[in-house]
């Protein structure tokens, strides 16, 4: 019995996704993966070009404090996470977009993305991440308030904090806890 529970579990975790540091190879289907969900799953009326930070991830994301990961399954990407270095020991948590078929417990792929996102931010001398997301996203308020982040009023926001214009919900996690 032992053995089948435990090749089970081998097999799972052989089914997650593998979360690595973006690179310049993984661009197009990045933007591709980020457009699809907002466009298509969400209705937001947001083109490539309201973005253009998606066409110089290296530049805008991966310098201080900040960085972008994706989650690799099949060699496709099939989520993204990223944290932008706002200044005073903060980041903003940007570009956490997970394919619908990649979600859940199958697979964990937000919680492996925030995970690596917050270890990470740990390693840095980050003192707090912050993240704005619009109404619509339900099911990530959820995900967010089950990870430890609190919701805040938009007042409590470093002054540093990119505010898009579809963000109307803000959090907060507290990595000095």
Known sequence: MKRINLNLAVQMMNNRPNVKEYSSEYQEQVVELILQIQQQEYNIPISKEDQPDLFKIEEFYQTGNGNFWVAIYDEKVVGTISLLDIGNHH???????????????????????????????????????????????????????????????????????????????????????
């Open 91 to 177: 980041v903003a948590l940007r570009k956490m977009f997970v394919r619908k078929e990649y979600r859940g417990a199958i697979y964990k792929t937000a919680s492996l993305l925030l995970e690596t996102a917050l270890n990470w931010a740990k390693t840095r001398d980050v003192h707090a991440v912050y993240l704005g997301t619009t109404p619509q996203f339900l099911a990530a308020h959820r995900f967010y308030e089950k990870n430890g982040f609190i919701s805040i009023p938009p007042t409590e926001l470093p002054k540093n904090f990119p505010i898009l214009q579809v963000d109307k919900k803000f959090y907060k996690y507290d990595l000095n806890t």
